[in-house]
């Protein structure tokens, strides 16, 4: 079956500090790869995607590319601030979405002054 | 303008109840899912409708009754509540099933 697995929290850093938070899958097919955020007491939101190999998404200096060889979609941020604080959750869509979103367990990201 | 709607956002009931929670989108899409959110803020997917049929079942027990009236509407029936159900339950929404998804912002059910 399809799994998604990343790194485990609470990651604290410091504003203006480089950020990976790592994501590996395992899937059947050719999955679609995406990062979420959750913001405390919110829903998510769609942070960026990726739907092949080698593609990069990029959504509020957040990055991320899509690696079969590695199976991986890390996450980078160069300087985070403490509005990045939230709740990160790396998914894949596998079988033109049939199964519906396979999530991670999520990161929480802490950012201090 | 709020794009997919879930009602109540807070749900706080004793167990044995039988609750409701109501799922909107206004976005045109075609499918609609449930996702449930545990304490550890594990998210699963528990339904997914497209068109108003069912298309994924996961393993939920059968005390849990999607029903789509239209394809606007998901709505999350529970009977026989138990401590066990108490989560964050998501409702989200896409064009189509391998497009990104729009959620709620979730409905808080406690059980007591």
């Known amino acids: 079956g399809n799994s998604v697995t990343q790194m485990e929290g609470p990651v604290t850093l410091s504003e203006e500090a480089f950020l990976t938070i790592n994501c590996t899958y395992t899937a059947t097919g050719y999955p679609s790869l995406f990062w979420y955020v959750q913001y405390p007491g919110e829903g998510l939101q769609l942070l960026l995607k990726?739907?092949?190999?080698?593609d990069k998404g990029s959504n509020k200096g957040f990055e991320a590319t899509y690696r079969k060889e590695t199976t991986s979609f890390h996450l980078e941020k160069g300087s985070v601030q403490v509005s990045d604080s939230a709740v990160y959750f790396c998914?894949?869509?596998?079988?033109?979405?049939?199964?519906?979103?396979?999530f991670g367990k999520g990161t929480h990201l802490i950012i201090q002054p | 303008d709020t794009a997919v709607s879930q009602t109540p956002k807070y749900l706080v009931t004793q167990m044995g109840n039988d609750k409701s929670i109501k799922c909107e989108q206004n976005?045109?899409?075609?499918?609609m899912y449930w996702y449930k959110q545990d304490s550890k803020k594990f998210l699963k997917i528990m339904f997914s409708?497209?068109?108003?049929?069912?298309?994924i079942n996961e393993t939920v027990p059968n005390r849990f009754s999607p029903k789509s009236p239209d394809k606007a509407h998901l709505n999350l029936h529970i009977n026989s509540l138990e401590l066990g159900d108490s989560a964050v339950y998501f409702c989200a929404s896409s064009q189509q099933s391998n497009q990104p998804q729009h959620f709620g912002d979730g409905t808080r059910l406690s059980i007591l």
């Open positions: 990726a739907t092949k190999a080698d």
């Open positions: 998914a894949l869509s596998d079988r033109g979405g049939a199964d519906g979103l396979t």
């Open positions: 409708y497209n068109n108003k049929e069912l298309i």
């Open positions: 976005l045109g899409h075609d499918t």
